[in-house]
């Protein structure tokens, strides 16, 4: 008997040990280093030990918000097509049926379904038919679903952009929020539409600065999250650069006393626009249906430059396909388009052909070609490279049929290079293409890629003395990409 005591006071004294030395491993390990500018280039990233670009396809931001989005599904789609960005919304914002004339907008979700990070009350009332929110507490299964989606995107290598507020679009959003005085039990939010995001109300204010701080807190492990501090600010009136500090100081308190920062990103604009204010934390730029031009403007900032969002009336493959391009291959570091073949009811990107209406594209054809983009990119040392438009000394495309068309836009070329090494080359247009590149002497491999299909169209070795060297592409249709590096 007093053997068998011993024994089990040892078992127990072991595990004891074991559990101490697992706890205290556990307390020493480093934390996993959230995604951050590259140290070597500030317009890309670096993330797990590698240098990123981020290229995706995803859904319309409702993936945590809209209990009937089966994430895992979706996240999956995006893991076998090589995406590597999804674009969440926070909640703070909803949208109802209807909204924009978007069908499956997961962004609406149906009566019951709207998950946030606010708690229902006991108290009806809310114009959703549900109870009023509680804006002084929060919601425990919203968190859990947050960061469970959060964690199951980082399994897959995916990174979250999270996106805090959003401009209220028209008085139906607006009387739908839970931010309005007759949604929540607090009675906070009196104001107009156009007053939410002025920093004025400081009731309101003190709940925005909250829901930052808690969401910012809970998701302080997870190296593959940013944050975005509101959705196309510049849409409507009324968001002060007041208001917009104070978030950011919000995100940057709740962080300060931790070893690991997470980066901030602003909208700044549509298309195209020098940006002449901008918060000194901000560290990624984000425009919406970006064009090659706000590169271009913003390149001496030193920040990732992002086309944010496309949309527009275009639904077509080539459109975005060639947007894509058109970006990355100026200098972009993030191409997110939006894709509205993801609905609750087809979370695996499989709702084709899109309604009529909807106000953009999306197809898993489309994801496929993105994948080609990222890895034309991937395949370069590209945290080297820079823009450079004189790399290219001469240039002569024969136009497409519709090109002879005094409308038809003209092509372009965008070039990346490290002068010497290596030179990634984008056409966007025409249908043959000369290019006398400016190459110092050495040897070259030059490569034609298809942007749809990924299949090298043309390879040559260039044995150059020096100067510039002309370069004759094969027949393609619509764009083609061109890869020199040196042997």
């Known amino acids: 008997m007093l053997a068998a005591k011993s024994n089990c006071y040892r078992v127990a004294a072991v595990s004891s040990l074991l559990c101490f030395f697992a706890r205290l491993a556990e307390a020493v ?5 959230p995604i951050r500018l590259h140290p070597d280039n500030p317009h890309y990233f670096l993330w797990r030990g590698k240098p990123t670009v981020l290229v995706t396809s995803g859904e319309h931001y409702g993936a945590v918000m809209n209990l009937d989005f089966d994430y895992i599904l979706y996240l999956d789609e995006l893991k076998a097509c090589g995406l590597n960005l999804t674009r969440t919304f926070s909640g703070t914002y909803r949208e109802v049926a209807g909204s924009f004339h978007i069908t499956g907008n997961t962004l609406a979700p149906a009566p019951g379904r709207y998950l946030c990070p606010w708690p229902r009350s006991s108290t009806p009332g809310a ?3 549900g109870s009023t929110f509680d804006l002084a507490n929060w919601d425990g299964a919203y968190f859990k679903r947050l960061k469970d989606f959060i964690a199951q995107a980082g399994r897959r290598g995916i990174v979250v952009e999270l996106v805090l507020f959003c401009t209220v679009y028209d008085e139906q959003l607006w009387n739908a929020s839970p931010m309005n005085a007759r949604n929540n039990t607090g009675g906070i939010g009196t104001m107009g539409r156009h007053e939410v995001y002025d920093a ?11 829901v930052t701080r808690k969401i910012v807190t809970e998701l302080k492990d997870f190296d593959n999250v940013y944050f975005e501090v509101c959705n196309e600010p510049y ?7 007041e208001w917009n500090d104070r978030i950011v100081a919000a995100i940057m308190e709740s962080e300060a006393a931790l070893p690991a920062k997470h980066l901030i990103a602003q909208g700044v604009g549509h298309r195209a626009a020098k940006v002449a204010r901008l918060n000194g934390s901000v560290s990624i730029l984000n425009f919406h249906a970006a064009t090659a031009e706000a590169v271009r403007l913003n390149y001496d900032l030193g920040k990732v430059i992002a086309d944010d969002e496309t949309g527009g009336a275009d639904r077509s493959d080539r459109k975005h396909r060639t947007e894509g391009w058109d970006f990355i291959l100026a200098g972009g570091g993030v191409y997110d388009h939006l894709d509205f073949s993801f609905t609750p009811e087809h979370p695996d990107g499989t709702a084709v052909p899109l309604p009529p209406g909807t106000p953009g594209g999306g197809s898993p054809e489309l994801r496929r070609q993105l994948r080609i983009l990222k890895e034309f990119i991937e395949g370069f040392d590209f945290v080297r490279m820079r823009p ?3 790399a290219i000394s001469g240039v002569r495309i024969t136009p497409s049929v519709a090109g002879n068309s005094k409308t038809a836009p003209q092509p372009t070329v ?5 002068p010497g090494t290596a030179y990634a080359v984008y056409i966007n247009g025409g249908r043959r293409a000369e290019l006398s590149i400016k190459l110092p002497a050495g040897a070259y491999q030059a490569e034609w890629v298809n942007t749809k299909t990924g299949a090298i169209e043309k390879s040559e070795t260039l044995r150059h003395a020096g100067g510039s060297r002309t370069v ?7 764009d083609i990409a061109l890869r020199v590096q040196r042997q």
């Open 472 to 478: 004759a592409s094969p027949a393609y249709a619509e």
């Open 388 to 390: 450079d438009p004189t």
């Open 414 to 418: 965008r070039v990346l290079s490290q």
């Open 235 to 241: 849409e409507r009136p009324g968001l002060t650069a």
């Open 200 to 210: 004025k109300d400081q009731q309101l204010l003190a709940v925005q600065q909250a």
């Open 29 to 33: 390990a480093p934390q996993p280093v």
């Open 127 to 129: 114009t959703d038919g």
